[in-house]
């Protein structure tokens, strides 16, 4: 925080990442990695950030700092990313949902999807109004990304 510059920023970073007594103060080094992963951010964009954000998520969720904990995924929202908790169930997509969701991301209208599910606008709508909640998510622009976390995340499935 106390950098003045990005190379100065990721020396002292690293520096405490790695010093002996880190792991002994779990609290204030999730925090260095909130810290860190917020300036990374506004300096190099989300995709650089994500590491140190989601590691920061995992340690307070870890600790039970709940409003530390979502204070970071807010922040990896910004990065970009669909954060997942440990505390949250398996997302659960029916296969129809699915294909749905990513003729969606794929950009496609309501209509579109209709004509080649054979499926009314109006069905397709509801589908995806049940989807967007399901993967944590308000608006159909991010639903490619949360598909593409939904596929990398443990103990995920799609209901056959």
Do not use: C, N
């Amino acid at each position: 925080m106390t950098a003045e510059g990005e190379a100065e920023a990721a020396e002292m970073h690293a520096r405490a990442e790695s010093h002996a007594a880190a792991a002994r103060y779990p609290f204030e080094l999730a925090r260095i990695r909130l810290a860190h992963g917020v300036r990374v951010r506004r300096a190099r964009g989300g995709p650089a950030a994500r590491k140190h954000l989601a590691s920061a998520v995992q340690a307070f969720e870890q600790l039970g700092a709940a409003g530390w904990a979502e204070r970071a995924r807010t922040e990896l929202r910004a990065a970009g990313a669909v954060p997942r908790t440990s505390a949250q169930p398996p997302v659960q997509l029916t296969w129809q949902e699915r294909r749905i969701a990513e003729l969606a991301a794929g950009g496609l209208t309501h209509e579109e999807i209709g004509e080649r599910t054979r499926l009314s606008p109006g069905i397709v709508s509801a589908h995806l109004y049940r989807v967007l909640p399901k993967l944590g998510i308000t608006t159909q622009a991010a639903l490619r990304a949360a598909l593409k976390e939904l596929d990398e995340a443990p103990g995920v499935r799609v209901i056959r």
